[in-house]
Nanobody, 125 residues
């Protein structure tokens, strides 16, 4: 089972990027797909999640209204559209897959079973 995250890069303040995470080796139809980020010197933090069974979405407060998580079931891919980017969004972004998550655990990195390799997002001011 592998998760491949890509789409990061350097963008100016207020710009946009779309991250993608493709799963292989397993059909994650009953999973929750999450995006986390880790800035230098900080712990890995929850960004957004998509629960495939219900198509429910979850976001951390700081990205609500700016980021959108979507899923393409046919491509086994989850996307994170990031708009109005700020320097504070600079981090390595990781995608993750977990199973049988409930709302109270969906924001915890330890709830996820598989992780992608990370993709760097840098927002210049």
């Amino acid at each position: 089972v592998q998760l491949q995250a890509y789409g990061g890069g350097l963008v100016q303040f207020g710009g946009s990027l779309r991250l993608s995470c493709t799963a292989s080796g397993c059909t994650f139809s009953d999973s929750t797909m999450g995006w986390f980020r880790q800035a230098p010197g900080k712990e890995r933090a929850f960004v957004a999640a998509f629960r495939r069974s219900t198509s429910s979405t979850y976001y951390t407060d700081s990205v609500k209204g700016r980021f959108t998580i979507t899923s393409d079931k046919a491509k086994n891919t989850v996307y994170l559209q990031m708009n109005s980017l700020e320097p504070e969004d600079t981090a390595v972004y990781y995608c993750a897959a977990g199973f049988r998550l409930i709302a109270s655990t969906i924001r915890k990195p330890t709830s996820y079973d598989y992780w992608g390799q990370g993709t760097l997002v840098t927002v210049s001011s």
